[in-house]
C-alpha cells in the first residue's frame, strides 16, 4: 500500500515563504508515474495546484506557476512544494497526491480532478496571516 506523509505545513507572513514535504512509504517515487499538491480552503473544494510527472515535467494552476516550484528528490522518495509570496489565498489544508498512470496522455496533462489520483496523504495546513 502506497503512504503519503505531508509535513512543512504551518503559519507564514504574507509575502513569506513555506517549504512543504511528501515522504512515499511502500513504493519508491518512480513507480509512480504522476505527483502533485491540492489544496483545499474551508468551505471550497478541492483544487489543484502543482504536479510533476516522471520525467520531472511540471504543470501549475494559473495563479501560483511564477510564485511554487515543485519538485522530487533524486533518490525520489520525497515530492517537494516550494511557496513563495504566500498570499492569504494561498491558505488552506495542502495535499500531497499521487498515481501509477501518466500525468499526461492523450494530449493533455490529466491532473484536475480528485479522480486523476488513487494515492491521498492526510494534508499539512498552511496559514497565510497579515
Known amino acids: 500500500q502506497v503512504r503519503l506523509v505531508e509535513s512543512g505545513g504551518g503559519e507564514v507572513q504574507a509575502g513569506g515563504s513555506l517549504r512543504l514535504s511528501c515522504a512515499v512509504s511502500e513504493v519508491t517515487v518512480s513507480a509512480l508515474y504522476c505527483m502533485g499538491w491540492f489544496r483545499q480552503a474551508p468551505g471550497e473544494e478541492r483544487k489543484a495546484m502543482a504536479f510533476?510527472?516522471?520525467?520531472?515535467?511540471?504543470k501549475y494552476r494559473d495563479g501560483v506557476k511564477d510564485r511554487f516550484i515543485v519538485s522530487v528528490t533524486n533518490t525520489k522518495d520525497k515530492m517537494y512544494l516550494e511557496m513563495n509570496n504566500l498570499q492569504h489565498g494561498d491558505a488552506g489544508l495542502y495535499y500531497c497526491?499521487?498515481?501509477?498512470?501518466?500525468?499526461?496522455?492523450?494530449?493533455?496533462?490529466?491532473?484536475?480532478?480528485?479522480?486523476?489520483?488513487?494515492?491521498w496523504g492526510q494534508g499539512t495546513q498552511v496559514t497565510v496571516s497579515s
Open positions: 510533476i510527472d516522471h520525467m520531472n515535467a511540471t
Open positions: 497526491a499521487a498515481d501509477k498512470r501518466l500525468c499526461f496522455y492523450g494530449g493533455a496533462w490529466r491532473v484536475w480532478n480528485l479522480s486523476d489520483f488513487k494515492y
